[in-house]
């Protein structure tokens, strides 16, 4: 499982300023392909900058800037020849709290591909399709694709926004911040059992406050501690025999 092909993701020395404070303090790291990396730590630690910074969310940010490299196959997304648009179709992201958009389910999952000028229905068609058959939505909602999309559960709500990220094409990396935070335990399950199938395909990192999620779903695991990542590795090793006694207290539950 350790990885055998160059990373998908190359991360040198990254370091992210607040202002003044520095909320990430020298992360360099190498996420392979066709993986789930698993990134665990309590609040406050740099998950969630970490994640905006690989797809440039962080640019949004006042006052905030970054030192580093982040190489998407090899190539520096803060590079200023960097297409930024083009970036985030190729690096998704499904944040904490589902935000279905006001329109039907069918317009919220081809939202994306609308956007990018996909005009054709039965292209379309397909497009929600596949994409609501792998965020495991379809079969709650095949027969209602013209309802609002506001007036599913909260957890289909989540599915449908990963379906929106899956609609688009260019897809190649996934990133989700606690997805799962305010879920159902089905509809928890249905994202973790589509992660474990997406993954075939994708590059995912998934950001959990939810230590028994990372252990179900992740191949590797980092535990990031206030700005530092302090340990790094296989998720079984994470969780049974880490290096470091903070990552250890973290996943017995000793602290955070
Ligand atoms: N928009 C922001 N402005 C100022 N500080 C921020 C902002 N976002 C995050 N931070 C700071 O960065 C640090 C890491 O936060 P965050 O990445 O949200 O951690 P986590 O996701 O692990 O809870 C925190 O100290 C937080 O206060
Ligand atoms: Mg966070």
Not at 71 to 95: E, N, S, T
Not at 121 to 144: I, M, P
């Amino acid at each position: 499982m350790i990885q055998a092909s160059p990373a998908k993701i190359t991360i040198r020395a990254l370091r992210v300023f607040h202002g003044q404070e520095e909320s990430l303090r020298g992360i360099s790291l190498d996420i392979p392909a066709n993986q789930v990396l698993g990134i665990i730590g309590p609040s406050g630690a740099g998950k969630t900058t970490f994640l905006r910074a690989l797809n440039r969310l962080n640019d949004l940010v006042p006052d905030m800037h970054a030192e580093g490299q982040i190489l998407l196959d090899g190539k520096d997304i803060y590079h200023p020849a960097c297409d930024v648009v083009a970036l985030r179709k190729r690096v998704g992201m499904l944040f904490a709290l589902p935000v279905a958009l006001p329109m039907s389910i069918y317009e919220n999952v081809v939202y994306g591909p609308r956007l990018s000028g996909v005009r054709k229905k039965t292209h379309l068609d397909e497009v929600v399709e596949r994409s609501l058959k792998a965020a495991f939505l379809w079969d709650e909602v095949k027969d209602r694709l013209r309802m609002s999309g506001l007036r599913l559960s909260g957890g289909q709500q989540q599915r449908l926004c990963l379906a929106r990220v899956l609609a688009m094409e260019e897809l190649e990396v996934i990133l989700l911040d606690e997805p799962c935070s305010g879920l159902d335990p089905i509809s928890t399950s249905k994202i973790e059992d589509a992660l474990t199938i997406l993954k075939e395909r994708y590059t995912i990192i998934l950001v959990t406050n939810n230590t028994k999620q990372a252990a179900r779903v992740a191949d590797e695991t980092a535990f990031f501690l206030m700005g530092d990542m302090v340990e790094y590795g296989l998720t079984e090793k994470i969780f049974t025999v880490p290096d470091d006694k903070r990552t250890n207290d973290y996943v017995t539950g000793r602290f955070g």
